[in-house]
């Protein structure tokens, strides 16, 4: 529960106990836990074949088993070949434009319903949400994206966060129970799939949306995708996808606004672009350096999980088979001796060195980082590019906002209320 509630707190005061790293007996099994540099360094060194994912019998329920976050071995490589061209490269930046329109287009619609005060968890997770729904989908279904967009806010607000800690909280009671409201969800979502899939196979004009490349990927062997992998991908995408990003995006508006130094580079450098074009935001080394440090500071998934198929030699300690491992990022992230005064958030740290996989990893690290890292880190600096150069964002709550947990991922405590001025 400790660890449900203040992941930073029971870490930390843990790692302070009993040293780094430690032992503990969550609800989904045993786990040793380390931020150490050295010991990350150990763990991401293994051939993959010695792990596997941790707690499937939990997750497999709410994505479905050929979710990319619980396949494992020879299917887990053939799915991520498969799968990263359509988040890097051209693929990605051909989203750029788009994801700058969306921002501004979510920005005038929230304008439009109060002038004074704006929540911007829910503005980020409606660009989000819009963002991945045109790239997965496309935009020639305007009506369809509109109903896929109700049905993810009600499948992301669903999302209780012991679903994800432990399967005993998987019981159904005449509809009443967190799991039976997160099924209801998943059925309707479901359901927005099949016509959206039916479409798509029907259609013979070439599309480059996710959901088309998707429909006609085949593996080495000439087999296609069954439609439960197809759900599967799409539900992690939808779910996993657009929330990280729009909690990340609420956190770099706040830290942005509550300090006027920072606001101030930003807007200098912004500034001074010729064209504001996707490419010359996306190379803004301030811009990046703030993302970095917002994700540095407020990781949205405080530790990433894996289990053990074979014994392993870690530092001092004999670990057996069967033994979770959790690589507890936000550990890492907040070692004084890597990063000096851990909670000042200072973007500069980032301009003045770089720092290796096993001190920054924010999304995860070795064969299991995540797939949409680029993609994520991309659309943000495309939604703050337009939001820094052209509004002000007045924060409305003098509170400090602090990490909150949502479901297997942390939030802000605040939706953090501001006016927005035109600038």
């Not at 070949?81 to 287009?105: C, D, N, V, W």
């Not at 002038?115 to 305007?142: C, N, W, Y």
């Not at 590019?385 to 949502?406: E, I």
Request: glycine share 6%; net charge neutral; hydrophobic share 40%.
């Amino acid at each position: 529960m400790k660890l449900i509630r203040n992941p930073r707190a029971a870490l930390e005061g843990w790692a302070r106990q009993y040293g780094d790293p430690f032992f503990f007996c969550p609800l989904n099994g045993p786990v040793v836990v380390t931020g150490r540099e050295d010991l990350l360094r150990i763990i991401h060194g293994q051939d993959p074949s010695i792990y596997e994912p941790f707690a499937t019998q939990t997750t497999i329920p709410l994505l479905g088993s050929g979710s990319m976050l619980v396949l494992e071995g020879e299917r887990h490589k053939r799915e991520r070949r498969m799968m990263s061209p359509m988040f890097q490269g051209e693929r990605m930046k051909h989203y750029g434009g788009l994801m700058q329109t969306i921002a501004l287009q979510s920005i005038e619609e929230h304008l439009k319903k109060s002038s004074e005060k704006v929540l911007t968890a829910d503005l980020m997770q409606d660009i989000s949400l819009r963002v991945i729904i045109q790239a997965i989908f496309g935009g020639d279904d305007p009506k369809l994206a509109e109903r896929m967009f109700t049905a993810s806010k009600s499948l992301a607000n669903r999302a209780n966060p012991l679903l994800f800690f432990t399967s005993r909280s998987h019981v159904r009671f005449l509809g009443l129970t967190p799991w039976d409201r997160w099924l209801d969800a998943r059925r309707q979502m479901c359901a927005l799939l099949d016509i959206a899939i039916d479409a798509r196979l029907k259609d013979s004009e070439p599309r480059a949306d996710i959901l088309a490349l998707l429909c006609q990927a085949k593996y080495e062997d000439g087999q296609p995708m069954t439609r439960d992998d197809i759900y599967a991908e799409l539900l992690t995408f939808l779910f996993a996808g657009h929330e990280t990003t729009a909690l990340s995006l609420t956190w770099a508006i706040y830290h942005i606004f509550r300090d006027p130094k920072i606001k101030a580079k930003l807007r200098e450098e912004l500034d001074a672009l010729p064209n504001e074009t996707p490419a010359e935001v996306a190379e803004a080394s301030y811009l990046k350096a703030t993302i970095q440090e917002t994700l540095r500071v407020n990781p949205i998934v405080t530790e990433t999980l894996r289990k053990l198929k074979e014994p392993l030699e870690l530092g001092e300690y004999q670990l057996p088979a069967g033994m979770g491992l959790a690589l507890a990022t936000v550990l890492a992230h907040y070692n004084a001796q890597t990063f000096p005064e851990p909670d000042l958030f200072r973007p500069e740290r980032f301009i003045e060195q770089s720092f290796s996989p096993f001190q920054y990893m924010p999304f995860g690290g070795g064969h299991r980082r995540c797939i949409g890292a680029a993609f994520a880190s991309y659309e943000m600096a495309m939604v703050l590019g337009v939001f820094v150069r052209r509004f002000d964002f007045q924060l409305l709550d003098p509170r400090p906002v602090v990490p909150k947990r949502r479901s297997v991922t942390m939030g802000p405590s605040s939706p953090v209320p501001v006016k927005i001025v035109r600038r």
